[in-house]
């Protein structure tokens, strides 16, 4: 039994008050649409600033900056796809890993998920909440503390998978509204 808080909840993923929001992003790092292009439109252009002197990540990587103007103090930017890719279980997979990695370097005790993938990178909703729920469950059996880990999603056509696939993981999750 973990002692993290997951919560399921229907919101703005740029409205989040965490320690770090994550971003569904290509290995690029260049912050276009969906996700990425709310991030770059609430967090201000330091944000692409940052990713741009990051330089590219490997497709399944994952890279950190600043959040700019968001209430989160980092960005962890996912890279589960390249620039107009598509996005695969394994990429997924191994961008999430990533992700917790950098979060429990960087101290992240909260932190806000996006369904990673799933917009235009095309990746089954299904599929993406059942890799997210072992990536997490993978992260937190390594010794990652976070406090609490806020899947943000958009209608309750994602909250359903989401809840299924975490509910048999952990069965303490929370599913919510804002």
């Not at 796809?81 to 917790?100: C, P």
């Not at 990178?121 to 909440?129: K, L, S, T």
């Amino acid at each position: 039994m973990h002692a993290t808080r997951v919560l399921i909840i229907n919101g703005d993923l740029v409205e989040q008050e965490v320690d770090a929001i994550v971003n569904a992003a290509n290995n690029d790092l260049v912050l276009g649409a969906g996700v990425a292009g709310a991030i770059r439109r609430a967090g201000g252009p330091s944000i692409q600033d940052e990713c741009d002197a990051h330089g590219p990540v490997a497709v399944g990587e994952a890279a950190i900056t600043g959040a700019g103007e968001l209430r989160a103090r980092y960005v962890l930017h996912a890279a589960s796809m390249s620039l107009g890719g598509r996005t695969t279980r394994q990429s997924l997979r191994s961008s999430m890993d990533h992700v917790f990695r950098l979060a429990r370097m960087h101290d992240v005790q909260s932190i806000a998920v996006p369904a990673v993938g799933t917009g235009i990178a095309g990746f089954p909703i299904d599929e993406c909440a059942r890799v997210m729920a072992e990536s997490l469950d993978s992260a937190l059996s390594e010794g990652w503390q976070a406090s609490e880990v806020r899947f943000v999603l958009f209608g309750e056509g994602a909250k359903t998978p989401f809840e299924a696939a975490f509910w048999s993981v952990f069965p303490g999750s929370e599913g919510s509204s804002c």
